[in-house]
């Protein structure tokens, strides 16, 4: 008999050999299908294999087929559940994934300054992030009290930022501002608003979102970097750079409302006496305390900026030129108190260039240099006064500005050379000694008068250079006299005041001297009244040049700074009796009596005196009455190249071999 196996059997049995032999799902439907055509064929006789092996093959194919359908059944059920099981973890591990999420981006909003702000009007909902609180250091309950408390915070000077925000707003246009809120206690914070509205169908706000920052470091910052661009770290007041970017914006209002604009350009007289004297930080209170009586002396009227070094600029709008010459005047007489520097008074005064839009320039850079150039005229006029541009000072700065070009070529190009003007006793007529003059052949404007280049030399400092070239030559050609039997002979050199006040100059004097082989005492030099100014760094100087052996003469004596307290002190040999005196000897009694006054005290010091300019007989007579030993003029002679004055010595000086 036919035993027919329990189902778990043939469940396994079928999909063992199933799993055997039909690896894929469509073996699986083709064994079934199979099976289900073997049943319907035995229904319907159409089995070929008859009697009881028929049967079982029927009932067989029934029995799998039964099976097969219920495997699957069974197998299905599994598979879902199985993959539900799948699906739930999936889903809990998403929804701790999005926690976490969640959780990490709150604790970014808290971290960062920021808020969000979203306001549905029609519905009257708002919805606020937790970081209001800090932004505006109020409680988040007071802005869902009053929702139009940010507004009522905003600092006052930015109302008009918000009237042009709430404008686009009402358009619909997303907008963002920046401005400035004031916290309870006070504090002023920066934020930056970036809006969104939403309008309804009829065009009114609906809804509006806004995304607030706290960017009160970056204004900070930018501040600070604003503050170095643009303003004087010592002093505060706008720079240079400053200075340009307002008056650039003062123009173009000028330009519309045609108004004018004026342009000062001021600079301290003598600060760098007070700067090298008490030091640097006594220069720097003198100029903060400059600047702060400067704004208090324009007042309202107009605006201060600080050029550099000493150098300041005022800007005054829409100004009548006699109401500019009051202001002026006012800021030279405010000088005329003294400043109070660590329990010093100082004095200091101002020269002043001016300049005026549009009659003197039309753009920033002309305005500015020809208040310069102005400025140049105030100096040469004795400082402490100011003076207006005109195109003839321009001429002469333009002038001056083609001799100082040529002065730094000169040297280069060996363009100077010394000439001679010999000095004589005036008892024997014998040549003591001679004066060496500095001039300058230009290649195409010939000689240049030292009364235009010397000024020049000076003001830009090539003097020091210049005057360095005059001793070294003077001493190189006085050698060589002296090996040519000429001895005893003085040269003398001409010094300004800033070669004087030159630290290398002593070592530049000592060099010459040594490296010609010069005796110290046959070199004089002559230094000008306007010496005095600066005793207290001259005497120093003068001290030193003396213990080397040096002759020192005051040149032009009577026309400056004279003063017989200095004749006291000053280590010198020699005054010079100026000509302006000598050409009046004679024929005006207070000349003679000048003459007199000064042959005398030189006498009585124990001085040589010189005097300068003779052109008459009459004249050394006159003077060799009166006592003066040497005297220097056109009589004797003219000034001289090295060669002529050589012609000179073979009669007048004595050789000694």
């Known amino acids: 008999m036919f035993r027919i196996l329990p189902i778990d059997k043939y469940i396994y049995l079928l999909e063992d050999s199933m799993k055997s032999y039909w690896q894929d799902k469509m073996k699986w439907f083709t064994g079934i299908a199979f099976l289900y055509s073997l049943h319907i064929a035995g229904e319907f006789g159409f089995l070929p294999i008859k009697g009881h092996i028929g049967e079982i093959l029927m009932n067989l194919s029934t029995l799998l087929l039964i099976f097969v359908v219920l495997f699957f059944m069974f197998k299905k059920k599994n598979d879902y559940l199985d993959n539900l099981k799948e699906e739930i973890e999936l889903h809990k591990d998403t929804h701790e994934e999005l926690k976490v999420n969640r959780e990490r981006l709150q604790n970014i909003f808290d971290c960062i300054d920021v808020a969000i702000w979203s306001h549905n009007i029609k519905a009257e909902k708002l919805m606020i992030s937790p970081g209001i609180e800090k932004l505006y250091g109020i409680p988040m309950e007071r802005f869902f009290e009053d929702v139009q408390l940010w507004s009522k915070v905003i600092h006052p000077d930015d109302a008009g930022i918000m009237e042009e925000r709430a404008a686009k707003v009402a358009k619909g246009e997303i907008v963002t501002s920046e401005y400035r809120i004031i916290w309870p206690n006070g504090e002023i914070r920066w934020i930056q608003d970036r809006g969104i509205p939403f309008l309804d169908e009829d065009q009114t706000l609906a809804e509006f979102h806004s995304v607030l920052f706290d960017i009160t470091d970056r204004k900070q910052s930018e501040h600070t970097i604003n503050q170095l661009a643009f303003y004087d770290e010592l002093t505060g007041l706008p720079n240079l750079t400053g200075f340009i970017k307002r008056v650039e914006t003062k123009l173009v209002k000028a330009r519309v409302e045609k108004k004018s604009l004026a342009v000062l350009f001021l600079d301290l007289d003598r600060f760098k006496v007070v700067n090298d004297t008490l030091g640097h930080s006594f220069g720097d209170r003198l100029l903060q305390q400059v600047s702060q009586l400067l704004i208090k002396t324009i007042g309202e009227h107009g605006e201060a900026f600080r050029r550099g070094g000493d150098e300041f600029i005022i800007t005054l709008e829409n100004i009548h030129k006699e109401e500019l010459q009051r202001i002026t005047s006012s800021i030279i007489a405010a000088f005329k ?54 195109e003839n000072l321009n001429e002469r700065i333009k002038k001056k500005l083609q001799v100082e070009h040529g002065l730094h070529k000169a040297l280069e190009n060996n363009e100077f050379r010394l000439v001679y003007q010999p000095q004589f006793e005036l008892s024997t007529g014998q040549m003591i000694g001679a004066e060496a003059l500095l001039r300058w052949e230009h290649p195409k404007q010939g000689v240049i008068s030292p009364v235009d280049f010397i000024p020049v030399a000076e003001e830009t400092g090539l003097i020091i250079p210049i005057g360095e070239w005059v001793i070294n030559e003077a001493c190189r050609q006085h050698r060589y006299w002296q090996d040519k039997g000429y001895n005893g002979l003085l040269v003398a050199v001409n010094i300004s005041a800033r070669q004087l006040l030159d630290e290398t100059f002593t070592a530049t004097i000592e060099r010459a001297i040594h490296e010609n082989g010069l005796y110290p005492e046959n070199l004089e030099l002559e230094i000008t009244e306007s010496t005095m100014h600066n005793i207290e760094e001259s005497l120093p100087v003068l001290n030193r040049l003396k213990e080397m052996g040096v002759s020192i003469s005051i040149d032009d004596f009577g026309t400056g700074y004279s003063s017989l307290a200095y004749l006291m002190h000053l280590p010198i040999n020699t005054l010079k009796i100026d000509k302006m005196f000598i050409q009046d000897t004679g024929r005006s009694p207070k000349s003679d009596a000048i003459v007199k006054t000064i042959i005398n005290m030189g006498n009585n010091l124990g001085f040589n005196v010189i005097a300068e300019g003779i052109e008459e007989a009459s004249q050394v007579e006159y003077l060799e009455k009166l006592g003066c030993q040497q005297g220097q003029g056109y009589f004797f002679s003219r000034p001289v190249e090295a060669g002529e004055l050589e012609a000179i010595m073979i009669t007048k000086v004595p050789q000694h071999t």
């Open 337 to 390: 108190r003294p400043f109070f520097l660590g329990g010093q008074e100082i004095y200091t005064s101002p020269s002043i260039g001016i300049s005026i839009f549009p009659e003197h320039g039309e753009d920033v850079e002309s305005l500015l240099k020809n208040a310069d150039s102005a400025l140049y005229l105030a100096k040469e006029r004795g400082r402490n006064n100011g003076q207006f541009f005109s």
